[in-house]
């Protein structure tokens, strides 16, 4: 289609800004896939599966409780994240039933005509740029979940109908190569594939007003790419987030100094995901088994100090540059994980461990990251790869707020203490060192302590602990009174006791406590 784009935009498009973001520690990242989010009946929506679900505000679960957009602003996150929504390849986009997440790339300038009223036409192009201003002026900001790696298909790609293989990797007997382990991966390292990928990016930032890009498998872009779609964003929107996936998918055939691992981003403005904490929270993601620090192996607790301190003793130079997270789409969601390396454990520890995972996330320093849905113990029933197992697998089921109404709110406060409390969103690794000590705690247990006013923070001394035993430990405190103002399931500002001296230590929890 030839589509004059002035005809396109909402009412109001003129206006529509990018969301402020001081620093991006100061983000809070929701992912969601888009048809997930509204498609069942319990959504309470209009338009459910499509990207017209995001404007419609005041929606309601059977149980009387917010869902959608108005659910997002009540939990308080900053940002959503998108799983692709640009025209990908396994969904006919004529047949509402298909599925699939999107990471098969077809037509990367163009949205998905699945999640629009009708594929026909504008309507795609109008309604994501309706979306993208329902989010912005509820001050959601969107990132896009983009796939520049690979292409679904390779011969009959658009790409190799223009030039045959100038735009992927081929070895020396003319084969694709596959660092993506989808059977291709493109050549970002070649001048015009490059510009395409620089294009489109400043494309989608520019016209759709996008905040910012998350990159699967953005190892395979390629150290110089990178630092150029880097430096390219940021003219447009200095309050971007850039952030990927600092692994392949396979053996590429990038040379070796270019393949964007972490540790690569450092000084880019770019952030990485943090599989390190991740796995030290709840043990290996393919193995259903395995536990963590916070779900049953507290030997991990080298790795949780990394995490906690932004991983600036790990991989990074500054805490912006490392995503904290436990779950995301990929493999199993939090909840199936917990349970499943915990079989024998009771319901009441499994939630425990959950809230204990999340209390860790968003207590550490960096950006905190987590799948949609975790705040009501989202369930894919185990299936740790779903992404073409349909809506029965993968829709969001809003009555489980209802059901577990105690983690929404649990995650809601965490998250409002962390935007009141600068002392968890230090900007640089010096104030890091400087106001960050970690203090001697009983065994298999951590404790530290953030203060003078770190980061300007209104309170004097603040102090974290991590208890992920069964058992309840005493502690010693600090000398002075303490405020408690977090334990295993309750969170309030306001503070819910005072303690001095001995503090008894729950099992399974988080504590948060401060002075001045």
Request: glycine share 8%; with cysteine.
């Amino acid at each position: 289609m030839i589509v004059d784009l002035a005809g396109t935009q909402p009412e109001g498009w003129d206006t529509d800004r990018h969301v402020p973001l001081a620093n991006p520690v100061d983000a809070i990242i929701y992912e969601l896939h888009i048809r997930d989010f509204s498609i069942h009946e319990s959504s309470g929506m209009v338009y459910r599966g499509k990207f017209l679900a995001f404007t419609e505000h005041n929606t309601s679960s059977p149980d009387q409780l917010s869902t959608g957009i108005t659910s997002l602003k009540d939990l308080g996150v900053t940002h959503v994240q998108l799983l692709p929504a640009y025209e990908f390849a396994t969904v006919d986009e004529f047949k509402d039933y298909q599925y699939n997440w999107g990471y098969d790339p077809r037509n990367y300038n163009v949205p998905e005509g699945a999640y629009a009223t009708t594929p026909h036409g504008t309507a795609r192009i109008h309604e994501y740029k309706q979306m993208i201003k329902s989010l912005h002026d509820a001050q959601l900001g969107v990132v896009m979940d983009v796939v520049y790696n690979h292409t679904f298909a390779v011969g009959d790609s658009d790409f190799d109908k223009i030039v045959p293989q100038y735009y992927y990797r081929t070895d020396a007997f003319g084969h694709y190569t596959n660092g993506s382990g989808c059977g291709n991966e493109l050549a970002s390292e070649r001048p015009m594939v490059q510009k395409f990928i620089r294009d489109s990016l400043m494309y989608w930032m520019q016209e759709y007003h996008v905040d910012g890009f998350r990159f699967d498998l953005m190892a395979l872009l390629g150290v110089d790419t990178m630092r150029q779609i880097a430096q390219d964003l940021i003219q447009i929107n200095p309050n971007m987030l850039l952030y990927g996936e600092p692994w392949t998918g396979g053996t590429s055939a990038l040379a070796d100094q270019q393949v964007f691992l972490k540790g690569k981003q450092r000084g880019l403005d770019i952030a990485t995901f943090n599989d390190h904490l991740r796995n030290a929270l709840t043990g290996s993601v393919f193995s259903r088994e395995a536990k963590g620090f916070a779900t049953g192996d507290p030997s991990r607790i080298d790795a949780v100090k990394k995490g906690v301190l932004g991983s600036i003793h790990d991989f990074t130079d500054r805490p912006a540059e490392t995503i904290n997270y436990a779950s995301s789409h990929d493999n199993f969601t939090l909840w199936d994980k917990i349970s499943a390396s915990n079989s024998q454990a009771s319901e009441s520890d499994c939630i425990k461990m959950d809230k204990l995972v999340q209390a860790i996330i968003m207590t550490s320093q960096g950006i905190p990251f987590f799948q949609g849905g975790e705040e009501f113990l989202r369930s894919k029933g185990g299936n740790d790869n779903s992404y073409n197992a349909g809506d029965a697998v993968n829709q969001f089921d809003w009555t489980r707020k209802a059901f577990h109404k105690d983690v929404f709110e649990y995650y809601r406060e965490l998250i409002r203490l962390r935007k009141n409390h600068s002392a968890f969103r230090m900007r640089t690794a010096e104030d890091i060192q400087e106001h960050l000590k970690f203090i001697d705690s009983p065994h298999n247990t951590l404790i530290f302590q953030l203060g003078p006013h770190a980061n300007q923070d209104s309170w004097k001394q603040i102090l974290v602990i991590y208890n992920p035993t069964p058992a309840t430990i005493p502690f010693k405190l600090p000398a002075g009174t303490w405020i408690l103002v977090g334990s295993s399931d309750q969170i309030s500002e306001q503070g819910i006791r005072q303690v001095a001296h001995t503090l008894e230590i729950p099992g399974i929890a988080c504590l948060i406590l401060h002075q001045g």
